[in-house]
């Protein structure tokens, strides 16, 4: 099974020339912690996330309504495709400590954000599956 | 055993009267999504998150420098003692929407901060060691 069903139906990106605002104001809507940066074409060129929110922008006296979203953005960003496996991206997300990870097509294109908060539950369900699978047997 | 063995050794927490940006500096120093607001006592008052950073700072144009970390933590908190469970504190992190959880003792004074990404990898932990005692046996 993909890895992409353990994505939210549709990743909250936004536009290369967003401000860090809108950035935000995507992220609350949707209550998320991270925004994906893409170009027109939809592809990856960044991530945005409530770290980046911590580090580059809460303390600097930036102008969230001025500064555009590429210039505080996290890149280059760490991908996964549809064929990666779960532990695969579980093992990325800890050793790089990074709490999302963008699914992408060959061509670099959005389709869809893995939480690493999904993966742990996704992992749970699946051993509680197997752990009821060896008792009944 | 206490759900404390999950907590960091030290939680990160911050005085009722410090600013805003003294609270984010703290955060990024232990490189943590939350800190503990505390009274006098280490009694909790309240907490303050990445998320209300978005929420209440980021956009708003206050001085973070100038704000006190009082008047936007959020408050009142949910919290739990050393006799929670791991299953109880899964499941009220869960309903709230919660990723962090302040551990109190009889008098609600900080012993640690769970957080959910802990939690979540200690069940794995606990699970895969069953399944594998299940299958020697």
């Given at each position: 099974?993909s890895i992409?069903?353990?994505?939210d139906?549709?990743?909250?990106s936004?536009p290369l020339?967003a401000?860090v605002?809108?950035?935000?104001?995507?992220?609350?809507q949707h209550?998320v912690g991270?925004?994906v940066?893409?170009?027109?074409?939809?592809v990856?060129?960044?991530?945005?996330?409530?770290?980046?929110?911590?580090?580059?922008?809460?303390?600097?006296?930036?102008?969230p309504?001025i500064?555009?979203?590429r210039?505080?953005?996290?890149?280059?960003?760490?991908?996964?495709?549809q064929?990666?496996?779960?532990a695969?991206?579980l093992?990325?997300?800890?050793?790089e400590h990074?709490?999302?990870l963008?699914i992408?097509?060959d061509?670099?294109?959005?389709?869809g954000?893995?939480?690493?908060?999904?993966?742990l539950?996704?992992?749970?369900?699946?051993l509680?599956?197997?752990?009821?699978?060896?008792?009944?047997s």
């Open positions: 099974m992409l069903r353990l994505c139906e549709v990743p909250v936004v020339t401000t605002a809108q950035a935000i104001e995507a992220m609350l209550g991270a925004a940066i893409v170009d027109e074409n939809n990856v060129a960044g991530i945005f996330t409530e770290r980046d929110v911590l580090r580059k922008v809460a303390l600097t006296g930036k102008d309504k500064v555009e979203v210039e505080v953005m996290t890149t280059p960003v760490i991908m996964a495709t064929d990666t496996s779960d695969e991206a093992e990325v997300m800890v050793r990074h709490r999302h963008p992408v097509d061509h670099a294109r959005l389709l954000l893995l939480s690493i908060r999904h993966l539950q996704a992992r749970i369900d699946d509680t599956a197997q752990f009821a699978a060896t008792r009944k």
